[in-house]
């Protein structure tokens, strides 16, 4: 058997939003908004305050906020970064993007580490499914 990051709950594999977003939805502090994309992380005397959207590819506006978790992913997450100001600064010098944090943004970027390893299981407990044999190119 090996490990793979799901999210379970009772047996039956269960969606990130059914797992972390529904059981917060009714909370006050919490609003969820559909098909808007985050462009930027507003920043206002050092301090993240808001975010900038593009909803349906036009500006979106801004939305305030007293805290700005980002969670874009490996991909997202960095760009959304980048596009704030927030980077190496001379890249975004040459970009023509104004620095607000000189920071290693992007820095040893690896997208879906791997590690392989191979090992030999005992009899009593090697999978009994049959695998057909991938080939591997060299």
Not at 25 to 37: H, Q, S
Not at 46 to 75: F, H, K, N, P, W
Request: aromatic share 4%.
């Amino acid at each position: 058997m090996a490990c793979y990051p799901i999210n379970s709950r009772d047996r039956r594999r269960i969606s990130t939003n059914e797992a972390y977003l529904e059981p917060a939805r009714g909370r006050a502090n919490l609003e969820i908004r559909g098909k808007v994309l985050v462009d930027r992380v507003v920043i206002r005397n050092g301090q993240a305050s808001g975010v900038r959207v593009r909803t349906g590819g036009q500006d979106g506006g801004e939305i305030r906020a007293r805290q700005i978790v980002l969670c874009g992913g490996a991909i997202h997450s960095p760009a959304i970064l980048l596009r704030s100001g927030i980077g190496p600064a001379d890249e975004l010098r040459a970009m023509g993007i104004a620095v607000e944090r000189d920071l290693p943004v992007g820095r040893h970027f690896f997208d879906h580490p791997l590690f392989r390893a191979t090992i030999q299981l005992r009899q009593d407990i090697r999978p009994t499914d049959p695998t057909p044999a991938i080939p591997i190119a060299a």
